[in-house]
């Protein structure tokens, strides 16, 4: 059974930086990449970045590229969200999950979520 622990969430200011982390236990081999999603109110929930865990190879939603950069640590098993220049609409729930097939953009190709962690950007 996989579990996903998400934390490093905050209320921060417009321009401030925050870094998620997201522990995952029991996963298999079959788990090839990770990924960081978000849903605001009121809003779907959206892709914001992906990695692999073999080659790091990194995938970015357009209204995040330049300013966030996920990364993974194989051996704590642990992925990062590491989330500069921080916007007012940036803020939403940020959930991880562990993906094991079909588009990585697409929250149904993820088996497994963690319970989320609450970002704030106040303007």
């Known amino acids: 059974q996989v579990q996903l622990v998400e934390s490093g969430g905050g209320l921060v200011q417009a321009g401030d930086s925050l870094r998620l982390s997201c522990a995952a236990s029991?996963?298999?081999?079959?788990?090839?990449?990770m990924g960081w999603f978000r849903q605001a109110p009121g809003k779907e929930r959206e892709f914001v970045s992906a990695v692999t865990w073999t080659t790091g190879h990194t995938y970015y939603a357009d209204s995040v590229k330049g300013r966030f950069a996920i990364s993974r640590d194989n051996a704590k098993t642990t992925v990062y969200l590491q989330m500069n220049s921080l916007k007012p609409e940036d803020t939403a729930v940020y959930y991880c999950?562990?993906?094991?097939?079909?588009?990585?953009?697409?929250?149904?190709?993820?088996?497994?979520w963690g319970q989320g962690t609450q970002v704030t950007v106040s303007s």
């Open positions: 029991g996963r298999s081999s079959s788990n090839s990449f």
């Open positions: 999950a562990a993906h094991y097939g079909g588009s990585i953009y697409s929250s149904s190709s993820y088996d497994y």
